[in-house]
């Protein structure tokens, strides 16, 4: 190919949105001449469908919902009067509450302020707000973040340990009130506050669905205060609600330029022509990445240490949402897309190697930032700065890939601040929509989650069991098929041996 040639593909493939800061490369994704053409069609379908959505129809069959995670941004494309005052009101009330706590206006004891916060969460209610505060927060914010965002008492009492619980203010995220991992990381700080002699409910706001047990708990005790989660918000994509908004606001993030870029990256996906749309075109890119049956993975490379979590929040987003087993119709379709990744470059250093020389069964996704620091940079060689050494990384990683005719995308972005990262957010929930129309699945569901939770309350109700079974007949307490037997459950022996050998000295 002539460099004429290749500089005409490239540029055919390279897409810039001005008003949001970023670029698309899709350059060595390998699409075959007219590989849009052919997708315009299902694409308008698509767009088609995603109108439906946000115009308020059922979208969650399951639980009865609508999906309206994209109206947090702009309150006036909410179906009802209701909801836009709901919104709106939310944000006022979280800046009135933020400003209040940094002005020790609301206060843990007097002559104290916060100079921290908690929060007790799990998957969407933890994982949203931890990459939002690991990817904009700095030696000056407001409050200093934590999490709990699991049931393991060892890294309970971590985190409770780096933690001065008489200056901390604790946010329990839960929209029912009764995810078991947050109950139990809420009773867990509890406990803490008391045997430290602190008054928790002084210390205590609630983000929970209206009338959740959460909810009855925070206004039975007091608590400093209440804000709303709606059942027309699903958890993975619920970062710009109260979710991650007071998180942040209480950081000290500016949760309006958040907004904005969130806002900005819904104008642009609306668009239903796929070169100015930039989540059609990574929707597009991921059917033509795993042949849109989930035969691939993606590797998501950001070349930015503030970037870090954003792997393991696209992870849930993601895969809670394509991972499915039937389509709309019922029809069964084991339908996925898996999604790992670290920080480039780093990852050079573990699994590089094998993405380049091993099975090929993924395409990259690299994210690129323009902006290396504020201030000035050193020469770590002549005419070479560290930020320099990155992008040779980022882009020497892609030739490399590229000769062994890997595919993959390169997404750029002119800096980290509260609008991009409001944007990414926006950007990858629409192309999470718009692949799931693609594939004829529902992306708003989440049927296996509720299985596991089943599950772990059955197995949790078989330990009660166990538990009896030996405190009533303690010769037999080390002889697993022996309680099984007994149980009537011969075939749960393998699990009950697991809760002997974790229960029993």
């Known amino acids: 190919?002539?460099?004429?040639?290749?500089?005409?593909?490239?540029?055919?493939?390279?897409?810039?949105?001005?008003?949001?800061?970023?670029?698309?490369?899709?350059?060595?994704?390998?699409?075959?001449?007219?590989?849009?053409?052919?997708?315009?069609?299902?694409?308008?379908?698509?767009?088609a469908a995603m109108h439906v959505i946000e115009s308020g129809a059922i979208a969650n069959t399951d639980e009865n919902r609508m999906v309206g995670h994209y109206w947090l941004r702009n309150p006036d494309r909410a179906p009802d009067a209701t909801i836009r005052s709901a919104i709106s009101e939310t944000i006022e009330k979280i800046n009135r509450f933020t400003s209040a706590?940094?002005?020790?206006?609301?206060?843990?004891?007097?002559?104290?302020?916060?100079?921290?916060?908690?929060?007790?969460?799990?998957?969407?209610?933890?994982?949203?707000?931890?990459?939002?505060?690991?990817?904009?927060?700095?030696?000056?914010?407001?409050?200093?973040?934590?999490?709990?965002?699991?049931?393991?008492?060892?890294?309970?009492?971590?985190?409770?340990?780096?933690?001065?619980?008489?200056?901390?203010?604790?946010?329990?995220?839960?929209?029912s009130g009764s995810t078991k991992e947050t109950r139990n990381g809420m009773l867990e700080v509890q406990e803490a506050f008391r045997r430290a002699g602190i008054h928790f409910p002084h210390h205590a706001v609630a983000v929970t669905g209206q009338g959740s047990s959460l909810d009855t708990i925070a206004v039975a005790e007091g608590w400093l205060e209440r804000f709303p989660m709606w059942d027309w918000v699903g958890g993975r994509t619920s970062v710009t609600s109260a979710v991650g908004l007071l998180p942040a606001a209480l950081q000290g993030i500016s949760i309006q330029e958040l907004l904005a870029g969130a806002a900005a990256a819904d104008n642009q996906t609306r668009l239903n022509i796929i070169e100015k749309n930039p989540a059609a075109i990574l929707a597009l890119y991921w059917h033509l990445g795993c042949q849109g049956t989930g035969s691939k993975d993606m590797v998501m490379l950001p070349y930015k240490d503030r970037l870090l979590l954003f792997s393991r929040y696209l992870q849930q987003l993601i895969m809670e949402s394509i991972g499915k087993d039937c389509d709309r119709q019922g029809k069964t379709v084991h339908q996925g897309l898996t999604v790992y990744g670290n920080k480039g470059s780093t990852d050079q250093h573990a699994y590089v190697q094998q993405l380049r020389d091993g099975i090929d069964n993924f395409f990259v996704t690299f994210i690129e930032v323009l902006h290396d620091r504020t201030g000035e940079s050193i020469e770590v060689e002549p005419g070479i700065t560290s930020g320099d050494y990155l992008f040779g990384f980022l882009y020497g990683t892609r030739q490399a890939l590229a000769e062994r005719q890997r595919r993959s995308m390169t997404i750029t972005i002119t800096s980290i601040d509260p609008f991009r990262i409001g944007m990414l957010i926006a950007l990858f929930e629409r192309a999470v929509g718009l692949y799931a129309e693609l594939l004829n699945i529902n992306a708003y569901h989440q049927p296996g989650v509720e299985a596991g939770k089943l599950a772990a309350g059955e197995i949790l109700k078989l330990q009660a069991k166990v538990m009896d079974y030996c405190s009533r007949h303690p010769a037999e307490c080390h002889d697993p098929e022996s309680i099984a037997t007994a149980l009537n459950a011969p075939e749960q022996a393998p699990l009950i041996y697991a809760i002997l050998r974790r229960k029993l000295p």
């Open 1 to 47: 190919m002539s460099s004429t040639s290749s500089w005409q593909s490239f540029t055919q493939q390279l897409f810039e949105f001005k008003e949001l800061g970023a670029w698309i490369d899709g350059s060595l994704m390998q699409a075959p001449v007219g590989y849009f053409d052919t997708h315009r069609t299902c694409i308008q379908q698509a767009f």
């Open 101 to 175: 706590v940094h002005e020790g206006l609301i206060y843990p004891t007097p002559g104290q302020t916060f100079s921290s916060f908690l929060i007790v969460g799990i998957g969407g209610s933890a994982l949203g707000p931890q990459f939002i505060a690991e990817a904009l927060g700095s030696a000056q914010d407001k409050l200093t973040p934590h999490f709990l965002d699991n049931t393991d008492p060892d890294g309970i009492d971590l985190v409770l340990s780096r933690i001065d619980l008489k200056s901390c203010l604790v946010l329990v995220i839960s929209k």
